[in-house]
């Protein structure tokens, strides 16, 4: 495996991150016959801020990002998106426990939001976040640090 490092997003174009968004997001959204590129890029666009985006690289490769905004009461963990090729390896959970170590410092919750469908949602689950609410497209998750 190649040396992974996390550093912020400030110097990154966001069309880079929009594009790895769009591909590993493309498989759920296909699933559930939404997929939109223009749609993908354009919601992840509107909502960007460097400030609160990590970009994930391995090697000098580009392979990821996830956005962390705290809130007074919570964080919340916006996007995790890491390249289909980089999956499977633990990369997300390690991640994903960094975010809850951040937030059992700071003795608030996280929450977020999973495409209903997609498995993203048994990877919250299995990193400890309990189903809050659905709607029609979205599950929402809540995690509590002990």
């Not at 059992?104 to 939001?113: D, H, S």
Request: aromatic share 10%; with cysteine; glycine share 6%.
């Amino acid at each position: 495996m190649h040396q992974v490092t996390i550093s912020n997003a400030e110097n990154v174009d966001p069309s880079c991150l929009a594009a790895i968004r769009v591909e590993a997001m493309r498989p759920s959204l296909e699933a559930i016959g939404r997929f939109d590129p223009e749609r993908a890029r354009k919601r992840f666009l509107e909502t960007y801020v460097p400030q609160d985006t990590q970009i994930i690289r391995a090697e000098n490769d580009l392979i990821g990002f996830y956005v962390l905004r705290k809130h007074s009461d919570h964080f919340y963990l916006d996007h995790v998106y890491i390249l289909p090729l980089h999956q499977g390896g633990g990369l997300g959970r390690r991640i994903v426990h960094s975010v809850q170590d951040q937030a059992r410092e700071a003795g608030l919750p996280v929450r977020l939001m999973a495409l209903r469908g997609s498995p993203a949602n048994d990877f919250y689950v299995s990193c400890g976040f309990a189903l809050d609410q659905s709607d029609e497209l979205d599950n929402y998750y809540n995690w509590e640090p002990a």
